[in-house]
């Protein structure tokens, strides 16, 4: 089965970047879309970036679009998250998430719904 690992959170201050790391094991990643999810204190964990098993289609959410770019290595097993102009806004527990019966865009639009999660990376961000 599948197992998804985070990496890459910190702490940085507004305006810096980071790159989250999503390694798979255990499974055929390239038959999975993958996604990116942000869960803060109190709030309903919300999509940030969904990709397709290809790589060929991605979505973007929110305030991710234009700042964060996501993108995969199925020759490495891995997914990555590259987030640029970061602000506070942006702190939170990120996910990554696999399915592989989903769409990038179902992905996205089922906040729960994947079949596999990581254990998630902490990103802070200070202002």
């Known amino acids: 089965q599948l197992q998804l690992v985070e990496s890459g959170g910190g702490f940085v201050h507004t305006g810096g970047s980071l790159r989250l790391s999503c390694a798979a094991s255990?499974?055929?990643?390239?038959?999975?879309?993958v996604g990116w999810f942000r869960q803060v204190p109190g709030k309903e964990r919300e999509a940030v970036s969904c990709?397709?098993?290809?790589?060929?289609?991605?979505d973007y959410q929110g305030s991710a679009k234009g700042r964060f770019t996501i993108s995969r290595d199925n020759a490495k097993s891995t997914a990555y998250l590259q987030m640029d102009s970061l602000n506070p806004q942006d702190t939170g527990l990120y996910y990554c998430?696999?399915?592989?019966?989903?769409?990038?865009?179902?992905?996205?639009?089922?906040?729960?719904?994947?079949?596999?999660w990581g254990q998630g990376t902490l990103v802070t961000v200070s202002s």
């Open positions: 990709i397709s098993a290809d790589g060929r289609f991605i």
């Open positions: 998430a696999a399915d592989s019966t989903f769409t990038s865009t179902r992905l996205c639009r089922s906040r729960d719904g994947a079949g596999v």
């Open positions: 255990g499974g055929h990643f390239e038959d999975y879309a």
